[in-house]
């Protein structure tokens, strides 16, 4: 199958909007997509970051940070707050201005990026149900209006999938942290991605929330999706990640689990100053 490349220009800013999905440039959302049909056999992009750097006022936030993503992994990014994991994120939506080359090579014609961000705070007395919520990022149709007959099966189905089907009438702001991220998490499976990018989604999860997670992730593998995901659990990063990226405003290491978690690279990847790549 042919590969498509997709860039993401540097020197730009072209946030992704009030959405937590992403779609790759010129690629129209199917209203037919559904949660569980995840795409068998269809391997999603490599991702490739050539000499990314980001300054904001006289602050460094990234330093030619380069790597690269295989199709259908499940690449982890680790480092410490601040490090510069979260604005690398933001570099592939679109949503923060960089320096150097940021490409997608796609397997076929582009497809769709979903994104589960790391928490949203919500006032527990707004009027937004999950069913709300749900449809206000995954629908077209003003959320007010109800579900659209298009998406109702699709988001039934992924609140299924991470065990929320019977808390779609209760408010966002009443929800556990926990709750709320497997409401994010069932938003970044509609339409089903070929890239889906984490910004530490075990974050607020209890232990049935974490089971959740892990059996989706190994969905996401199976089905050839491509995963970007940052996190800080490095005890499930070791069991579930294909490969890991340690980054501190820099790449300081850029290997297999078993290769990269060793006390001495994590010892330099958590030093306040950074020290030379191991």
């Not at 969905?219 to 999706?225: E, K, M, Q």
């Not at 490095?234 to 290769?259: H, K, M, S, Y």
Request: with cysteine.
């Amino acid at each position: 199958m042919t590969s498509k490349e997709t860039l993401i220009p540097d020197n730009t800013n072209n946030p992704v909007g009030a959405s937590l999905l992403a779609k790759a440039p010129d690629q129209p959302t199917s209203s037919h997509s559904r949660a569980g049909s995840l795409p068998q056999g269809k391997t999603g992009p490599a991702l490739e970051f050539a000499d990314i750097s980001l300054t904001l006022g006289r602050t460094t936030i990234l330093d030619k940070v380069s790597f690269q993503v295989q199709p259908g992994s499940v690449h982890a990014l680790v480092g410490p707050n601040g490090g510069g994991k979260s604005s690398l994120i933001k570099t592939l939506l679109g949503q923060m201005p960089h320096q150097g080359q940021l490409s997608l090579h796609w397997p076929g014609e582009p497809g769709t990026i979903g994104y589960v961000p790391q928490a949203l705070e919500f006032d527990r007395g707004l009027p937004m149900t999950v069913d709300d919520f749900m449809a206000a990022m995954c629908q077209r149709r003003p959320a007010f209006l109800g579900l659209s007959k298009h998406y109702a099966g699709a988001i039934g189905e992924a609140l299924e999938r991470v065990g929320m089907q019977d808390k779609r009438k209760r408010r966002m702001g009443a929800l556990s942290g926990g709750e709320r991220q497997r409401v994010l998490l069932a938003q970044g499976l509609i339409p089903a991605p070929q890239l889906l990018v984490l910004d530490e989604p075990m974050s607020a999860l209890d232990e049935a929330g974490i089971q959740v997670f892990e059996r989706l992730l190994t969905d996401w593998r199976a089905a050839g999706i491509t995963v970007l995901w940052i996190e800080h659990d490095l005890e499930a990063v070791g069991r579930l990640a294909d490969r890991v990226t340690g980054l501190n405003r820099r790449v300081l290491f850029d290997a297999t689990p078993q290769q990269a978690l060793t006390p001495e690279r994590l010892l330099t990847l958590f030093s306040t100053h950074p020290r030379s790549a191991v």
